[in-house]
DNA sequence: AGCGCCGGTGGGAGCGCTCTCACTCCGTGT
DNA sequence: ACACGGAGTGAGAGCGCTCCCACCGGCGCT
């Protein structure tokens, strides 16, 4: 490790930041009229906004928000909070997209986003203090568990609050998630109509919704097709590329008779294909492989992997849109909206 | 689509929240103590000190932010401004790691982090007026390019700022970057090492110093080994998948003897394997690749990618250690860190 | 001519906090 | 016994903004 030290910032602080006051003083009007003409009140004669405006641009003047905030108690802030292990925003693109969404959609508004990483009780207990400050206007919540308080916490707080995904079918806050089920039997369809007959399936946590939802769907699609379930057939990895892995190795040792697998994520879909290699089984050829998400990756496998694709984007866009409105309209009705996943082919099923 | 409504969250919303006054007065003591008990001033009495606590546990206290900022115009919020394509931020591993370094980091102080993507230049003024209206503490920046304006704003603000990676060799700014053409000469000797004696290179955007760097240190390398470099063994990249893929089909096009590639990114590198595959290549037997970054992915290809580790998340973290002691102190030397990088040998190279 | 009205404006009040300064009450030194 | 200092405390003064209300003038109406 290398250090060099070099001169400083040279303190090239400008002078004092102008206030209203200033505005006000150089456009001749009051600080009244300042404030309209920024918040945009239509009650402002062309005249005075007109001078304000030039007042402004010639001042560089800035509106404090701290002092905005404190009278208004909005702080233009939503918070984006991931209560994951490290190990999954740094390999799922899920999170990726979905703050890409977020952010796109965030843009055309003038609120910023806060990044809260919950991975332990402390830093639970930092955001539970923090929003409790009510330091933000809203807060988006991602891969949620069946059993997490927060959101218990955020409908206390009378918090507008979204979710991306849901704890339960009846979930009580607002949210977004994608036909978990509806994709799984998608995929799993494809697999028998390719005529597979021994579909197993690799599962997400079953503490998440989404992932108890694809295993539904699975299920729902084999007793579909007249296939019996059986307990063999399902391994239980945790969306990361080494539980599929893992899952895999498990599944192939108790049902070494399977041709296909479902895999509940596209990462966990990459860790079985290694898995399927290092056992000398061919995709598809052997087996056939489906995953979840058709992120990236899916098009980057040897051979491609087949997918369930979920508008993760737009769900993080979405998820934005419905904030916006319940930040608005404090009160108003919870909204629940399911999007459409669907089935992208590719070689490897 | 689906859409449901359910009743609204019911105006959980509890009584207005107590203020220091409050507090003062359920604790018998004025505001100063109260304020000076909750900002762990010395110069309080024990006595003093365990009543404020008291009421401060019964009343549920917690200080309103925007009242502290607006008479200390400290925000306790720190910004992560990422000036990239959604494109990169999805795919890119680094991203995640660096993240997770920071938010690790900043976990054990009271900071927050705010996650800007500047995209355009509707963004970037955006970015702008927020630095200006001092809505942040300091600023981290990643993934600058040479002829990025951005830090020079945060220059002529005071503002706090370390970057991540460097514009050139001269940065002013504090920044913390990785050993990169030390990283690449490392890689460039260890395919030479193993006889290779055509090997190409696919470049990031030489826009950015650190594929620039990249570029050097594989020149040196070469040039070490007593090797003619040759345009064509050249191609350039953008960091992204198909740039890898586009890149390498380029190169087999235009040198169908080079028997190595060292690509300045895994995500180039797995651009590379396909258009390698596809050629009917094989790895490493035809073509040896090394990578650059020692991401997760390089872990999972077939088959698994030699790459120069960065310690990204280590970065992180660094990051942040040197953005608090410039925020602390203002005016203090620039600091700025070299970290070394490291070969990690797999089946690839 | 007089009334009300309404678009437009100015200024006071106050959001909740920290900071500074003056003050009190001790113990200590002479 | 006295002044002296230091530790602890209370209260006033703002930070920069929005909100509210009172106000001003000119218009159309009776």
């Given at each position: 490790m290398t250090r060099t030290d070099r001169p400083g910032p040279g303190?090239?602080?400008?002078?004092?930041?102008?206030?209203?006051?200033?505005?006000?003083?150089?456009?001749?009007?009051?600080?009244?009229?300042?404030?309209r003409v920024i918040n945009g009140s239509p009650k402002v004669s062309a005249r005075a906004r007109e001078a304000v405006e030039h007042a402004v641009a010639e001042l560089g003047y800035v509106p404090n928000q701290a002092a905005r905030s404190l009278v208004t108690s909005r702080t233009d802030v939503v918070a984006l909070v991931v209560p994951e292990s490290l190990a999954r925003l740094r390999s799922e693109p899920y999170f990726a997209d979905v703050i890409t969404g977020i952010s796109d959609e965030l843009a055309s508004t003038d609120l910023q986003l806060l990044l809260t990483l919950v991975r332990n009780e402390d830093e639970r207990e930092r955001l539970t203090r923090y929003l409790t400050a009510r330091r933000v206007d809203g807060v988006l919540l991602v891969s949620v568990r069946q059993d997490d308080l927060l959101p218990d916490l955020l409908e206390q707080l009378?918090?507008?609050?979204?979710?991306?995904?849901?704890?339960?079918?009846?979930e009580s806050l607002s949210y977004v998630h994608a036909d978990n089920a509806g994709g799984a039997r998608?995929?799993?369809?494809h697999l028998v109509g390719r005529g597979r007959t021994r579909v197993a399936t690799i599962t997400g946590p079953l503490a998440m919704e989404a992932a108890g939802a694809r295993l539904a769907g699975y299920r729902e699609a084999l007793a579909e097709a007249g296939l019996a379930p059986e307990d063999a057939l399902v391994a239980h990895g945790d969306f990361t590329e080494a539980g599929g892995y893992a899952a895999m190795c498990e599944l192939l040792a108790?049902?070494?008779t399977l041709d296909a697998v479902?895999?509940?994520?596209?990462?966990?879909?990459?860790?079985?294909?290694?898995?399927?290699?290092?056992?000398?089984?061919r995709v598809p050829g052997d087996v056939a492989v489906v995953g979840f998400d058709d992120s990236v990756i899916a098009r980057s496998t040897e051979p491609p992997l087949t997918s369930v694709r979920q508008p993760t984007e737009a769900m993080g866009r979405l998820m934005v849109q419905l904030l916006l409105d319940e930040i608005a309209e404090p009160g108003r009705p919870r909204r629940q909206v399911i999007l459409p996943t669907e089935l992208t082919v590719r070689a490897s099923a």
């Open positions: 303190d090239a602080r400008s002078a004092a930041r102008p206030t209203v006051e200033d505005v006000a003083a150089r456009a001749g009007v009051s600080r009244g009229t300042v404030s009378g918090m507008p609050a979204v979710l991306g995904g849901r704890r339960s079918e009846r998608a995929a799993v369809r108790e049902m070494p479902f895999c509940a994520s596209d990462l966990m879909a990459v860790g079985a294909f290694r898995a399927l290699r290092e056992a000398g089984r």
